[in-house]
């Protein structure tokens, strides 16, 4: 285990976890408690960010990457190599890649780059002829844009927006997509990051038809869909007869956890901020 700072507020914490890493898609989730006893009480979720495997030793795991916001992720700061740490996973669904992908975007704001970047390698080893894939990220300053050289090494095309201006459009990444979407009509977007920019992007992806998929990011208490701390509202694909939309009456919408049913869910089936405007 190795605990590497990226930032003043960025680690990466990387486990030693053979059960997890073979059995993991992008998007997927851990639970994870760092810390002995109960307090804090409950595990936190977590994107797993990458694999890895060093073949001379037969080791395998996985990363995560993580800001430090609150008891848990500071009790996370403080872990050495040799620490044990509880966790659970992989859980939920992950992205799905369409068969034949040949163009892709991947939206990111602040840490919602975490899944983004397994997702962009197992799209590039899974598509033949090699897809065209654009990262979009966004962040406060050019010091929350976490692992760019990544993206760039791996001929993703980098389009950079930070709200100070220190680097790329100065605003927020959604601006640039009415002027990106249209030059490049990617086949898909997928997206992870704060409920406002994933909403925007939903508008946007539907404005223009193109698929899009969301992660969406819930308090969560379990992890494995028995406690509901983490429902969302969801459209009902077929509404019970008498219910369809009509305007008039509420759109007809079932509750999803968000651990087990997602966390990455079609953005068209999202009612954003549970229908309160
Ligand atoms: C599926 C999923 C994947 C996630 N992946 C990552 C990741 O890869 N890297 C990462 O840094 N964080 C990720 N998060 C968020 C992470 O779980 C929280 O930052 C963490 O639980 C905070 O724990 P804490 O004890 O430090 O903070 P707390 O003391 O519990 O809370 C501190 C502040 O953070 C807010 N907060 C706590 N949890 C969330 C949450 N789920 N969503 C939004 N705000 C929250 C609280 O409302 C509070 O304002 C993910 C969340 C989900 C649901």
Known sequence: MDNIQLGPNYFC????CPEIAPAYQPGQFVMLRAWAGYDPLLPRPFAIHQTWQRQDQEQQGIDI????VGRGTRLMAGLKPGDQIYLVGPLGKGFIIPEGLQSAFLVGGGMGIAPLLALAHKIIRDSRPSPKLSLLLGGKGKEDL???KEFIELKVSV???TEDGSVGHK??????????????????IYASGPEAMLKKIAHEASYYEIPCQVSLERL??????????????????????????DGVSPTPFQYQRVCLDGPVFEAQEVIWNNGAE
């Open 13 to 16: 914490l990387r486990l030693l």
């Open 146 to 148: 976490l692992r760019v």
């Open 220 to 245: 969560m208490a379990c992890g494995i869909g028995a406690c509901l701390s983490c429902v969302t509202k969801t459209r009902l694909a077929q509404p019970p007869e008498g219910l369809s939309p």
């Open 159 to 161: 389009h950079l927006a």
């Open 65 to 68: 990457l993580y800001q430090v």
């Open 171 to 188: 605003g927020l990444v959604t601006e640039m997509l009415p002027t990106i979407i249209p030059r490049q009509r990617p086949q898909v």
